[in-house]
């Protein structure tokens, strides 16, 4: 069951979708899903080639980390 979301819309992104977002090659982006490090996907179907899907805004919360993480001051001493 869903959570109350209100007037958000959740958006799926697509492979392709996704491969423009984030630029890695899927190998990679399926790497990290199974290290628990990049947003799990959604299948959205049975079998092999069902067709998958990455919320958008979980994606999205990834690549902010990673922007915060780069702007974060390091100790250079």
């Known amino acids: ?41 959604v299948r959205l179907g049975n079998g092999v080639r069902a067709r998958v899907g990455w919320i958008e805004s979980e994606v999205l919360d990834w690549l902010q980390k990673r922007i915060d993480a780069r702007d974060k001051p390091t100790d250079a001493s």
Do not use: C, T, W
């Open 1 to 41: 069951m869903l959570p109350n979301l209100g007037s958000f819309a959740m958006r799926l992104l697509s492979k392709r979708q996704l491969k423009e977002l984030v630029l890695y090659s899927p190998q990679h982006i399926q790497r990290l899903e199974n290290d628990n490090r990049f947003p799990k996907r």
